[in-house]
């Protein structure tokens, strides 16, 4: 999946107006993509213009309570694994291993994402 921000969006000092950015996963219904500092964060999906919905065919999906939507490749979906990730959590040097191993395996393969 592929998004791009637009030109229009107010200014964001993490993001670039007019770049492409690759979804890496969908939590609560907002696009987790790597910003320009190279950090995963969660961003509204009424940030981005999507140039290729295609979802790859690894991703988990699931709903949350309220029919929010969760997509993360199944390394990636374990409830709690970005709060560790960005926690600095005992296991965290192992979460950042999984998630740089899933991102690069992605973007290499980024044009074959179904």
Do not use: H
């Amino acid at each position: 999946m592929k998004v791009k921000s637009p030109a229009t969006i107010p200014p964001r000092p993490d993001l670039t107006p007019g770049q492409p950015y690759v979804v890496i996963g969908i939590g609560g219904n907002d696009y987790r993509i790597l910003n320009d500092a190279g950090r995963p964060y969660l961003y509204p999906r009424g940030l981005f213009e999507v140039l290729d919905a295609r979802e790859p065919g690894d991703w988990v999906s699931e709903c949350g309570e309220d029919g929010e939507r969760y997509a993360y490749p199944a390394p990636l979906n374990n409830p709690g694994f970005f709060g560790d990730f960005f926690d600095d959590k005992p296991k965290a040097p192992k979460e950042v291993r999984t998630f740089w191993r899933v991102v690069n395996q992605r973007l290499a393969t980024v044009g074959a994402v179904a």
